[in-house]
């Protein structure tokens, strides 16, 4: 598929970045090929300030990795540091 | 071997029935307890948030890695979510297993990835009012930024 494709997916938000995005979820339209692209694109415009590489990203509830591709439909799950225990 | 999240408290007597076995000789349990500091700020509460879906799925993947890694008969691990106070219990992990060695590895490597790994979040709240998740660049809400990792233990 074109990089330059656009599509919707839904972003949910978890923790400090749902305290900052202001909501939970929302529907982003978006030409973001990977998630990686796409944290880019909401970090930017919610002011996300932590290094992708310490976050994690889920897409449709699986753990998965900031090169993985986006497809139309995806929730896409942005974790902040994690700090269990 | 299961993980769980729990919003009720956590009963550490409850779960340790769940680990002998007779080919055990040996018990190893963790509680990480919520102390009233961290790194010089004093803490009234904490609250923890955790994706319980993947939490779970990745907690049981680590007790997995466990057996695999160590010689050991089981593995169980909890973690709260919710509002606790200063003396509750966040996380339990217990293991049992043939000899002492492997049961004490098995606990430190189960809690350890634990930290890093499961999606569970923890915000501090600080005597006089402000709050902030710990580890986190983001939120406005906190009095320090990109801190270490704060530990209950």
Redesign the interface.
């Known amino acids: 598929m074109a990089s330059d494709a656009v599509i919707d997916v839904t972003a949910r938000y978890f923790a400090a970045f749902r305290e900052q995005a202001g909501t939970d979820a929302e529907r982003v339209t978006t030409g973001a090929a990977t998630a990686g692209d796409l944290y880019g694109e909401l970090a930017e415009r919610h002011g996300f300030a932590d290094a992708r590489g310490r976050c994690k990203v889920a897409i449709n509830d699986e753990l998965s990795d900031w090169t993985a591709p986006l497809k139309h439909g995806d929730v896409v799950l942005f974790f902040p540091p994690v700090a269990g225990g | 071997m299961s993980f769980r999240i729990s919003s009720t408290p956590i009963d550490p007597d409850e779960l340790k029935r769940r680990l002998p076995d007779a080919h055990a000789g040996a018990c190893v349990t963790f509680e ?1 307890w919520v102390r009233d500091h961290n790194e010089g700020d004093a803490v009234n509460a904490l609250e ?4 319980e ?2 939490a779970v799925a ?1 907690g049981t993947k680590i007790l997995a890695e466990a057996a695999q890694r160590f010689d050991i008969v089981a593995a169980y691990g909890e ?1 709260r979510v919710g509002r606790l106070e200063i003396g509750d219990c ?2 339990w992990v217990g293991v049992s297993a043939a000899h002492r060695g492997a049961a004490f590895d098995a606990c430190r490597y189960i ?1 350890d990835e ?10 501090e709240h600080y005597r006089g009012g402000a709050a902030g ?9 906190g009095t320090r ?2 801190s270490e ?5």
């Open positions: 990480g923890y948030e955790a994706h879906p993947i990745e973690h966040a996380v809690i634990i930290k890093h790994r499961v999606p569970i979040w923890k915000k998740w710990v580890n986190c660049a983001t939120g406005a809400s930024r990109d990792a704060a530990e209950t233990q």
